[in-house]
């Protein structure tokens, strides 16, 4: 009990330290909004673009926080990323959101990616559940029908990755050059079912209800693999799997938002509670002796994201079991990011390490990927399970 409590101590101060990294670095003075990127020297890109990705994060990230923990400086930053998206991002002809701008704020890519629309879809539902302002969830709702409305399929079920400006589906679906071009994908749908979690608690709307309910049946008839406890991550439109790599991230990462979901509708709640136990077990299992977790099967690089999200996943998976196994990988996971992916110098946190054991010094610090979303929900959801936990002793 008591270095759950010094944990929880640690955790608090670590939420604290990377906001205050993202408060002092990632505001652009000159143009307005945030930068697009950092390197991991400390030197800022003032010509990057600026992603959908990185704003609707940051927005999420600090009404997040804001709700448990108010710091007074935080009020400008997180009005500052809902002019961004509102103002900047939004698209006022076709309804949705650009994928990216120009270093100085102009529309630059605009595609209409799915799991983009879904992060500001859960920016704007906590941004509300903060604020209470009727504006801001009329634009989530309307946001979330626009979705409906586009990207649902109506055949086979489940989402279509990405559309052109105008919501004509697109040829190339890629979420990133490193991904397959595939028509669905497991990222976009967990991504979607989070944000769609987010809004129900904010709108209690029985359609919605429902439409989590079908994810969740989606995850389980296509997505999970009950056989071997990963997650596929890739389909065509029919749902046949398209063969890749076992992505431990992402295993681990459903494993917990599954639950939640499955929790908020009360809906498959033993099957869930299964699923959620069997993926973090696979995921223990690749644990190595100083508590990192690898990227995925075929890259065994050690990422910022994957370690936040692999804490989350077995501490959810102690709490389901009270098996120490997790809670101590746990532990080890955490001395595993102080000791090699928290950056002493620099601030925040790495993006990750290399195979033998490098610093990734040619990533980002902040970008359009390196956002302070994984981590620092990490540390929300951590310190309120292990209340949880002491309130149960």
Not at 119 to 128: G, H, P, R
Not at 318 to 331: A, G
Not at 336 to 364: C, L
Request: hydrophobic share 40%.
């Amino acid at each position: 009990m008591n270095y759950l409590v010094s944990f929880q101590k640690e955790i608090e101060e670590e939420c604290e330290n990377i906001l205050d990294f993202w408060l002092a670095n990632a505001v652009d003075t000159a143009n307005g909004g945030f930068i697009g990127r950092m390197g991991n020297d400390g030197v800022v890109d003032s010509f990057a673009e600026k992603g959908l990705v990185l704003n609707a994060r940051i927005l999420w990230t600090f009404a997040s926080r804001q709700s448990a923990k108010k710091r007074m400086e935080c009020e400008v930053f997180m009005e500052t990323s809902y002019t961004q998206l509102t103002d900047k991002f939004y698209d006022q002809m076709n309804g949705g959101y650009f994928w990216s701008l120009t270093n100085q704020n102009e529309p630059l890519n605009l595609r209409k990616q799915i799991y983009g629309q879904a992060f500001v879809l859960y920016a704007l539902s906590a941004y509300y559940k903060y604020k209470k302002q009727d504006e801001i969830l009329a634009k989530a709702i309307d946001l979330y029908h626009l979705i409906e409305k586009h990207a649902l399929d109506k055949i086979y079920g489940g989402y279509t990755e990405a559309f052109a400006p105008d919501w004509e589906v697109l040829q190339d679906m890629r979420l990133s050059p490193k991904d397959i071009n595939t028509p669905k994908s497991l990222n976009t749908h967990l991504h979607i079912l989070e944000a769609y979690v987010q809004l129900y608690s904010i709108w209690k709307d029985k359609e919605l209800v429902q439409k989590i309910k079908d994810l969740i049946d989606l995850f389980f008839s296509h997505m999970v693999d009950h056989k071997h406890g990963h997650v596929h991550m890739f389909f065509k439109d029919s749902w046949q799997t398209i063969p890749s790599a076992w992505s431990y991230g992402h295993d681990i990462e459903t494993s917990w938002l599954l639950l939640e979901a499955a929790e908020i509708v009360q809906y498959r709640l033993d099957h869930v509670k299964e699923v959620a136990v069997l993926l973090a077990r696979k995921v223990c299992q690749i644990v190595d002796e100083n508590g990192g977790v690898a990227y995925e099967t075929h890259l065994l690089q050690k990422h910022w994201w994957v370690q936040a999200e692999a804490m989350v996943g077995c501490m959810n998976a102690y709490q389901l079991t009270k098996k120490e196994e997790y809670i101590s990988v746990v532990y080890k996971m955490w001395d595993y990011i102080k000791k090699y992916i928290k950056d002493p110098q620099g601030g925040e946190w790495f993006w990750g390490r290399n195979e033998d054991g490098t610093v990734m010094a040619s990533e980002d610090k902040i970008g359009f990927w390196k956002c302070p979303y994984h981590n620092i929900r990490a540390c929300i959801e951590l310190s309120a399970r292990i209340n949880m936990l002491i309130n149960q002793k």
